[in-house]
């Protein structure tokens, strides 16, 4: 049982405040203060995740108002690092806080990934000389603040001081409880060498850390937060429509955000060569968790406000790639076999093409009379003379009829097809007039239209990607490469996939 605790200060943490209850208790055994303060022994091994804060909660005096959910959100670090956590893990934490891990040696930093990271949080509790200065004026003692150990900050955002270390340790089974006293900290200003870019990049991480530390955010799905990032990236032209990102500009424009030195700092270095670098695999799908510093860092990049994050509610992501034209290419083909009908038919008039084309005559008529009406004779073409052939109007409807070929072609399911003027005719079903030059705007239009090889085999490459990503099959440049029919050997198809597996397709080269 405990008979007082001391007034927690403000962005104390609660192991602070169990150190100065040791010191005005003076009480030096470490197992006698904590069967005081938790009723019974438990193991403590974080500072920063500090657990079984309900038996806690349960030894404090009958009039003490302090509960778990205020100690757990404003005296640990848990409300930085589970930010970007799901509202599912965030409880489940939260639970291990307050309850404990029931025995088992599960610690929260274990869960948030601190033992696999490259991002370590600091091993000894920081302080700023002059924040611990004017503690000991107005307060006659100072504490150890929240603030100051988030992972990434440097600077007391108070004073713009650097932060200075102590040596007391904040991890592992040798956790004291120690105050923030002479004996660990000093006044002295630390020789600040950054240069002014640095500091203030900081500075701004700071600012932004802190709101996390203070501002409880509703939690988001990692998945909403990379498609939240995707959609920002794309605004900013670097990710393309579909949202497949332009990984060597976005390595590129981060690169000049953030000097090396800076993310040297920030434990969050980036070697531009490397295919698995952080940034790379950074803005994608595959459920890991992501240190909030780095999240941090990204967001910075974007310029983009924390609020916004979390508040925004429609996200758009990638844009599925499979373009269902069917019912275009419906039309496309029924269209084709009236066309056909009316040139094996050459002296029918309407009511003769209707009887030899019976359901066709009836769909068309009922989905895409103006169509049927430009197309179909009003009078047999027959008794049209040669020579008095409207080329002009007849160029005009060559030219829509061929353009929604191509796009039939582009969207059709299926073997791709190139474009070129002579799959155009083909999939029209017209003879070879189709080529004459005085239909002057088709000619241009397909000239325009035509594919060009390189840009048929991306086409073709693409479309195999994504029937493998729909599938959930490997992706490698060789299956790629079968799928996509390509045959053989060819050195030039490989680097080929090899290129858009990157550009397009966010896929590190190998
Ligand atoms: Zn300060």
């Not at 934490?93 to 274990?110: C, Y």
């Not at 990379?226 to 500009?249: C, H, P, Q, T, V």
């Not at 434990?267 to 803005?283: E, G, H, K, Y």
């Not at 909030?292 to 758009?316: A, C, S, T």
Request: aromatic residues 12%; contains cysteine; proline residues 4%.
């Amino acid at each position: 049982m405990i008979n007082f605790l001391p007034q927690i200060y403000e962005n104390e943490l609660f192991y602070s405040v169990l150190a100065r209850y040791r010191r005005m208790c003076g009480m030096v055994s470490k197992r006698a203060l904590i069967e005081d303060l938790f009723g019974r022994h438990i193991f403590v091994s974080s500072i920063y995740f500090p657990q079984y804060i309900d038996s806690f909660v349960k030894c404090l005096p009958p009039t003490s108002e302090l509960t778990a959910i205020e100690i757990i959100k404003n005296h640990t670090m848990f409300p930085f690092y589970t930010s970007f956590l799901s509202k599912e893990k965030t409880d489940f934490l939260f639970n291990i806080m307050q309850n404990g891990a029931n025995g088992s040696k599960m610690t929260v930093e274990k869960y948030i990934g601190f033992s696999n990271s490259k991002v370590r949080k600091p091993n000894y509790l920081r302080y700023c000389p002059l924040c611990y200065k004017e503690d000991l004026e107005v307060l006659g003692e100072s504490y150890w603040r929240t603030n100051h150990q988030i992972a990434g900050v440097h600077y007391c955002s108070k004073h713009h001081l650097l932060l200075k270390q102590s040596s007391v340790l904040s991890t592992g089974s040798g956790i004291d409880f120690i105050c923030a006293d002479e004996q660990v900290c000093d006044v002295e200003l630390l020789k600040d060498d950054y240069p002014d870019n640095i500091k203030q990049l900081n500075l701004k991480y700071v600012h932004n850390a802190e709101l996390l530390l203070e501002t409880n955010f509703p939690r988001k799905e990692l998945k909403y937060i990379i498609e939240f990032y995707i959609d920002r990236l794309r605004e900013k032209g670097l990710a393309s429509n579909n949202g497949n990102l332009y990984m060597k500009d976005v390595q590129e424009r981060f690169l000049l955000n953030y000097p090396m030195e800076y993310l040297n700092l920030m434990q969050s270095d980036i070697d531009p060569d490397s295919p698995s670098n952080w940034l790379r695999l950074f803005v994608r799908n595959n459920n890991k968790n992501r240190t909030p510093l780095r999240h941090l860092l990204f967001l910075q990049f974007l310029g983009i406000r924390m609020d916004y994050l979390f508040q925004n509610k429609e996200v758009i992501g990638k844009k599925s790639v499979s373009i269902q034209h069917n019912p275009i290419f419906d039309i496309q083909e029924r269209r084709e076999k009236w066309l056909q009908l009316i040139e094996e038919n050459p002296n029918a008039n309407r009511s003769q093409l209707k009887e030899k084309g019976k359901g066709l005559h009836t769909w068309i008529c009922k989905y895409d009379w103006d169509w049927y009406d430009r197309v179909t004779p009003k009078a047999a073409l027959g008794r049209e003379k040669a020579g008095t052939i409207d080329w002009y109007k007849r160029d005009e409807e060559c030219l829509r009829l061929a353009k929604d070929a191509v796009e039939s072609i582009l969207h059709r399911k299926g073997k791709p097809v190139r474009v070129t003027p002579s799959s155009v005719r083909k999939i029209l079903g017209f003879g070879s007039w189709f080529h004459n030059e005085k239909l002057v705007r088709t000619q241009q239009y397909l000239r325009e239209a035509k594919e060009e090889i390189e840009d048929f085999r991306i086409r073709k490459i693409k479309r195999a990607i994504e029937d493998r990503i729909k599938q959930g099959e490997k992706l490698t440049v060789y299956k790629v490469q079968l799928h996509a029919g390509f045959g053989g050997n060819n050195q030039e198809v490989k680097n080929l996939i090899a290129d858009v597996l990157e550009k397009e397709f966010n896929f590190p080269k190998c």
